[in-house]
Each structure stands twice: as C-alpha cells, then as structure tokens.
C-alpha cells in the first residue's frame, strides 16, 4: 500500500480482534464492518457484544440476539455473552458432571457470592471468549467490548488473578487466557476514536495502560469520521475570503461556514493523525470517512474500506 | 424546537436555583462532564454553593479551570477564572474528582469500630482486589461520596457525573447491589464456625454447605474462598454503616422536590438509544427523570436543494453567480471549486437532516410530558470557562 500515512491497518491472520473505544466512536458499526469484510473473504466470523443490557447487534442485522451464538447473516454469527451463560460454560469445563454443574448454578449462595466476588464476572467472561478463540466453528472472533472503563477492568482481571491467586483452577484459566491474548499472531486489541483532541488524549492514555498490562496485544487504531481533506490550499483561500463578505445569499453563506468547519476539524484531525502515526506507527493506524445513512448503511460503507485492508 | 425547548431550558434553570441535586447521566463521549461543568457554573452564577463531581474530567478542562490536580478532595474553583467572560458568579464553585480507591479507603476508616478492624480490611486482598476491578464498586463509592457530600451541608448544590450508561444503571441500583453484596445470611454462611486447622470459612464439614463449599473449591480454588472468607470476617462489623448511607441515598435519588436527572445524549442513532433506554430505566424506578440534553446537534438542517439548480444542487444559478462576483473570477475557472463546495455542503445537511430526525424521535417518544433541550454542535472544542458559558447560553437559554 504507497498510500498517505494512515491510510489502513495491517491486520495480520489474527484470530481475536478486540475492539475497544468510546460509546459515540462508531465501535459496533466498526465491530459490524470488520466481521462484514472478513466475511466477504470466505471467514466465518463471530461477533461477540459482553453483557450488553441492550445489545447493538440487532440494530445492523435485525432479529435478537442472546447468549447463544446464532446465524445473523451469511458466515456472521453472533451472540451477547452475559454472566451467567458464561459462568455455565466455565463450571462444565471445569466440572464434567452435568448434574452437579446444575447444582452448583442453581445454588443461591454460589449465585450471590460469584456475582459480588470481585474479578470473578470479568474472568468468567473472558474464559468464555478464550473458549471461542478455539472454536473451530468460527476463523474470527470479534468482540465489542463495553464502551466504558469496564472494557479495561476485563483485560486486567486475568493478570490480577495471577497476583492474587497462587493456584487453583481460577489461576489456571487466568493463565490460559492470558498467554492466548497476548499472543500477536492470535488476539489483538484495535482502538476506535474520533479525531477530537481529547479523544485522541484518552486513547493514547489507554494505550499505554494496555501496553503496561501485555494483554492483549495492541493491533491498532480506527479513526473514525475522519473529516474529508476536499479542499487544497488555494480553495481554503477562496472559502476564507468568502465567509468575510457581509450579504451573500443564505445557501452560500451555510455552505461556505460548513466547509470552514471542516477544514477547522480537519486541522485538529491530522493533528490528531499525526500523534497517533507517532504511537502506533504507519500501518496500525486506518483513517474511516464520516458516513451517513442507517446503522446498517454505515457498516456496510465500512466493511467496504475495510476489505480492501484485509 | 421553539415552546419546546424554552419549556426544557425553564425546566433546567428551576433545577439550578431549587434543586439540591443534579445527575447527568448518558452514554460515553457525549459532553456529559462538560454540560455538568456548564450547569455548575450557571449555578454559581445564580448564588449558589455548587460543587461538580465528575468521574474522569478530560484534563484539559480540569487545567482551564485551574485544577491542575484535580483529586479526591475538593477543590474551589477561583473566581479569578470567570474575570473576562463578563460574569461574577455570586455563589461558589467548587469541583473533584471521584477516586474510587481513595473514598473506598475513607469510608472504612470512618465506619470501621476498631483500629484493628480497620488495619485488616485495608490489608486484605480481596479488599485491593474490589477497590481497583470490581466495576461495580465505582458506584458504591459515588454513592458513598454523595452521601458524605450531600450531609456535609457545605454545599447548596450537587452537580454529579456518571460514569458512562451501564454503569450509570448499576448506580442506580448500587445501594440494591450493596445490600445484596454484603447480605448477612451469606456472611454467617462463610463465617460458620470453622472446625480442625483451616481457616475461617473454608471447613464446613456438615450439613449442606459442605457440598457447595467442596464443590466451589474444586471449581473456583480453596485459597480464593479462604481469601473470601476472611474478606467476610473483616467486613462484617462494617455492614450496617454501609447499609444505611445506601438506603439514605437511594432516597435522595428518588425526590422530586430535592433531585433531578438530566440525560445527556448527542443525536447519533446509538447515543439516541441509550437515552430512550435509560429515560425508560428511569421512569422505571419512579426516579425524577423526563429532561434530556441534545448535545452536538447538526446546524444545517433543513435546507432546501436550490430552486434554480441542477438536481440535488445546493447551490442554484443565482447562489454560483454571486460567488464569482464575489471573488472577481470568471464562473468556468470556479466550476470545480463551486461543485466541491456544494458537494460539501449536501453532504452536511444530509448528516445534520439525520440529527434533526433523531431529535424529532426523540421528542414524540418521550412525548408531552419530558423536556428536550437542543444545544448545537460548536466549531471549536469546549475546555475553556468561555465556552462552558456559551453551552450555558443554549442550556439555559439568554
């Protein structure tokens, strides 16, 4: 690719792409356009939302979704793990007894002293992503992590078990999950921002926290609406001396303050382009246009972009 | 917008001068921390004690106001800052920011009976384990603040930050959790008197609770539930300390006459859910809810394709001519230019007609009885007192 820096990510053959970002960043159409694009290739993908109250996924391909993976369109299955379903899926693979497997799920203590046990819900759900990463149903599985902080406490929690657990079945998964994630050829975790300064601010931030943690390895960056650079230098000229006449008609007058304000954001981008080419580097940074239309019609867009990186 | 959004900006100004207690809530990325900043500065200007607490300030906000280190205590915000922007607040603004670790370590020294007690539980891992993961500890400790907030009598007004939606429910619910968590019934239930040489909890050698423990000790580990265990022991004598600062809260959050909620959202279609969703969660718990925050809303709205132009052309005959007068050129030698400005400019009312759908959306959801408040996407990025007060202006009208 001879393109302008940042104009793609190298993906390399991960299996595990976690996608992590801000509520407003575009993450699910993101999530969504990735698993489009691979799908596009021949890759049968599973989209994987964490607990979501109200999951996204029925926005872009209609129907519900639930713990279980299902079919949502063709070679894209997904599912919205919560807590319990992936309690279940850890307790059978740790107890290979159905009976007592129900036994200890439908207990009231084991119920309320697993979902107040710190760690436990974020481990339980991480060991239920690393059981995907070895499903051979899918080639890739994409998580859609939780917009908030929360996405950082599931990446830590299996490194803090292994402080704080010496052994024990909690500590062997613990130490599964994380020599499985922070594997670059398997798991990656890719940042969906905007080009906002202090967006840029707090990816960087995170970055370096997920760096710290070694887990899971860092794939990249998305900058999503990334404002189009329409104009050259001359045009910027002519906009200029246009805004600074007094009665032009209406249409001109909105057109020409739209375009400035574009440019304007297309400063504080490709500042913000440039800060990440600096942490990231060339090729881990993949630039995505502002896109209008329904939820569907955006990743749709995306997928699109994105094939074309693949 | 028009009766609407004066309504809204009448419903947010009443908040202000009447109100003991204002929560912005919304999705992440959406201007929540600076419409709370916004609102804390139009209170002080109204003569109020305010303080702002938010959970995770961009820094550059903090800096403008001065808070270089923005912490766990609480900081006034010098008047100093407002000199210049042609206001004078005549009460006091004050700001912090919520350190969970910090305020989990204070509320166990102040409830904690014994300097022993509290030695053990700071020292016990689980106990560093809940302050730095557990989510959900978060909001015990925004609502713990609160409480110590709200009965310090300091202040007039409460302006609170949330962290982003889910877990602005879970605050919601964090005094249920609370109880939940520290249930007396499973704490006897780990602390059953302990039998041969191991340690509390973990040798419950009759009755039923032998199969579960020996079951979650095969599943979960022995050293993880005697760290529980003794988690247990060392809170025990804290829980009713706990267990009534949560219920004190959950009441104030749910009085109308002392609390109002305000949902922060931008028009975006998933930012959108998430306020339809948390309105419902709201209206659901019979919390004081109903008044939302349209951030960043789309200014072109609305315009008309030109009359005297091609298909889909913003910019007529008429429009095209003027520019090139207006810039001395020749028509032909500004085609290109005239076209990528027009394509520019369709492209800007297409996304800011989507904005103004949503909105519309959102209005006939929430119908008669709720109040939106639409705020228009600024050119700049707000981290400065001047432009708190211009969000001000369309918060809380002129």
Not at chain 1, 153 to 179: C, H, I, N, Q, Y
Not at chain 1, 245 to 273: F, N, Y
Not at chain 2, 111 to 128: F, K
Not at chain 2, 266 to 276: F, H, I, L
């Amino acid at each position: 690719m001879s393109e302008a820096p940042g104009s793609a990510i190298r993906f390399g053959n991960r299996r595990v792409f976690f996608l992590s970002g801000k509520g407003g960043t575009g993450k699910t159409a993101i999530s969504v356009g990735v698993a489009r694009a691979l799908a596009r290739r021949g890759k049968r993908v599973l989209i994987v939302e964490i607990d979501a109250p109200r999951p996204n996924l029925p926005n872009y391909f209609g129907g519900q979704i639930d713990a279980q993976p299902r079919k949502l369109g063709k070679r894209i299955d997904g599912c919205n793990i919560d807590f319990y379903s992936a309690l279940r899926a850890y307790v059978e693979s740790v107890v290979p007894v159905k009976r007592i497997v129900g036994l200890i799920l439908k207990n009231r203590v084991v119920k309320i002293f697993l979902t107040a046990t710190p760690g436990a819900r974020e481990l339980v759900l991480m060991s239920r992503i690393w059981e995907f990463s070895w499903d051979p149903r899918w080639d890739h599985i994409i998580v859609d992590l939780p917009a908030s902080g929360h996405a950082m406490a599931l990446m830590r929690t299996p490194s803090l078990a292994k402080k704080t657990f010496a052994r024990g079945p909690l500590r062997k998964r613990a130490d599964e999950v994380m020599d499985r994630f922070r594997d670059p050829a398997v798991a990656g975790l890719f940042f969906c921002a905007l080009p906002g300064e202090m967006p840029i601010n707090e990816t960087l931030e995170t970055r370096e926290q997920l760096v710290e943690l070694g887990m899971p390895s860092v794939g990249g960056v998305f900058l999503n609406q990334y404002p189009d650079e329409s104009f050259s230098e001359e045009e910027q000229g002519l906009l200029d001396d246009l805004a600074a006449m007094d009665e032009a008609p209406r249409a001109v007058d909105a057109a020409v303050e739209a375009a400035i304000e574009t440019r304007r954001k297309q400063v504080i981008a490709s500042h913000g382009l440039d800060r990440l080419l600096d942490a990231f580097g060339d090729g881990y940074v993949g630039r995505l246009p502002v896109l209008p239309g329904t939820h569907s019609q955006v990743a749709d867009a995306i997928s699109l972009i994105i094939t074309e990186w693949l | 917008m028009g009766e609407g959004q004066r309504e809204a900006q009448a419903a947010l100004i009443q908040a202000v001068r009447e109100r003991k207690l204002v929560v912005c809530v919304g999705s992440g990325g959406v201007g929540k921390t600076t419409t709370a900043a916004s609102i804390g500065i139009r209170a002080a200007i109204e003569g109020r004690r305010v303080i702002v607490v938010t959970i995770d300030p961009a820094k550059r906000l903090a800096n403008s106001l001065g808070l270089e280190a923005l912490g766990n205590d609480e900081r006034e915000i010098d008047p100093a800052r407002f000199a210049g922007h042609g206001v004078e607040p005549k009460g006091a603004l004050f700001a912090m920011m919520l350190d969970t670790r910090a305020t989990f370590d204070e509320v166990i020294r102040k409830v904690a009976p014994d300097d022993e007690t509290r030695d053990r539980v700071l020292g016990n891992r689980i106990y560093t384990h809940i302050s730095d993961t557990l989510s959900a500890s978060h909001d015990y400790m925004a609502s713990e603040k609160l409480y110590d907030l709200y009965t310090s009598g300091k202040y007039d007004l409460i302006v609170l930050d949330t962290p982003p939606m889910k877990n602005a429910i879970d605050f919601l619910e964090a005094g249920g959790q609370l109880a939940r968590f520290l249930d007396d019934s499973i704490i006897s239930w780990f602390l059953q008197p302990h039998e041969g040489g191991r340690r509390v909890g973990a040798s419950l050698i009759s009755g039923t609770g032998t199969l579960v423990y020996r079951l979650l000790g095969r599943v979960f580990g022995n050293d993880f539930l005697d760290e529980i265990a003794e988690f247990f022991l060392a809170t025990k004598d804290l829980l009713e300390g706990f267990r009534e600062r949560a219920e004190f809260v959950s009441e104030l959050l749910h009085d109308r006459t002392k609390t109002r909620f305000v949902v922060v959202c931008t028009p975006r279609a998933v930012s959108m859910d998430e306020a339809r969703y948390f309105h419902r969660q709201l209206a659901e718990r019979d919390m004081p809810g109903g008044l939302f925050i349209v951030n960043q809303a789309g200014r072109y709205a609305g315009h008309a394709a030109a009359a005297d132009g091609g298909p889909g052309e913003y910019l007529g005959a008429a429009d095209r001519a003027w520019i090139a007068q207006a810039l001395g050129r020749d028509a032909g030698a500004l085609r290109s230019f005239i076209g990528r400005l027009d394509q520019h400019f369709e492209r800007s009312v297409a996304l800011d007609n989507d904005d103004a759908r949503s909105v519309e959306g959102l209005r006939s959801f929430v119908g008669s009885g709720a109040k939106v408040c639409v705020v228009p996407r600024l050119t700049t990025e707000v981290y400065d007192v001047g432009g708190l007060l211009t969000i001000g202006g369309h918060v809380f009208g002129e």
